[in-house]
């Protein structure tokens, strides 16, 4: 009888809101022929996290080492993994072939594999609120099954601005003020020809702008073929802002840096969201505003079974 593909759920975050149905989520992963792994104690929470930093740094070391597990994936973001990065035995995570998925908070440990080991994984759902909610995404759940089954994938998406483009180079990226966070230390990649996906929420142009700049003056931008935008949602513009937004914003980076600027890409704090294979080779090709991203070369699923 064939294993049925293993999902743990860890959560080096923070914790699930009291309203979350964790059963919903773990329901819809098994009615898609997955066995979930809940290593998060249900109602569990140390002041804003989902544990001790020990303690969240035990499930991911438990997760990886447990052969019966192919899929390693994010309860929630918020905040936390930055606490626990220096605890992390990243020889053990990169080494064990797990399939790391989520995003926001979540990219902190992304990007500390990709620099410690270059070791691949995904961005992508999580438990709350992508499994959790009731009206789930078929798009988000459908992506997710498909990327992670590799060794290949792709994702269409459009913006009546984006520029023509054909490039390649390795994907990486998530959430920006992460990425921000991470530059200097060293858990932040060095991606030569790479194409950097960024997304935010909640966060107003001028931080936007801040946080680019800081990726910027850090010689991270120029080194990029491309900087792929994802969903920038939850702000407010005031009088004072004069005009100045969005727009404006992305015509001051574009001018200062030369670099190709895409918009649209299905993936950020929404409920359509993409899954993409961090660390991948990857394709762009860009006319007449239409977009697809081409992932390759991955660790997957289908590699795992054939092991």
Known sequence: ??????????????????????????????????????LVEPGAAY????????????????????????????????????????LLDLDLLAGSGKLFVGHSDFTALQMALLAHA??????????????????????????FRRCLAGPEHAVRFAHPANPDVETEGLLWGGNLTMLA???????????????LFIEDVNEHPYRVERMLLQLHHAGVLRRQRAILFGDFTG??????????DFEAMLDYIRGLTGIPLLRGLPFGHVRDKA?????????????????VLRMSGYPSLAGRAAA
């Open 275 to 291: 899954t993409l294979a961090v660390g991948a080779a990857a394709r762009l090709q860009c006319a007449g505003g239409e977009c």
């Open 118 to 143: 270059g070791a691949p994984s995904f961005a992508g759902p999580m438990i709350c609120d992508d499994f959790t909610r009731e009206d789930a995404s078929g798009y988000t759940l459908d992506g």
């Open 47 to 86: 002041q804003r996290f989902g544990a001790t930093d020990d303690g969240r740094v035990a499930q991911l070391h438990a997760a990886a080492a447990d052969e019966d597990i192919d899929i390693v994936l994010a309860l929630r973001g918020g905040y936390g993994m930055s606490r626990i990065l220096p």
């Open 235 to 244: 702000y407010r513009l005031a009088d004072y802002d004069n005009g100045y």
């Open 181 to 195: 966070h991470l530059a200097g230390t060293p858990w932040m990649p060095h991606i030569e020809d790479g194409l």
């Open 1 to 38: 009888m064939k294993r049925r593909t293993g999902i743990a759920v860890v959560a080096p975050g923070g914790y699930a809101p009291r309203d979350r149905d964790l059963g919903r989520a773990v329901t819809r992963l098994e009615d898609h022929g997955w066995r979930v792994k809940m």
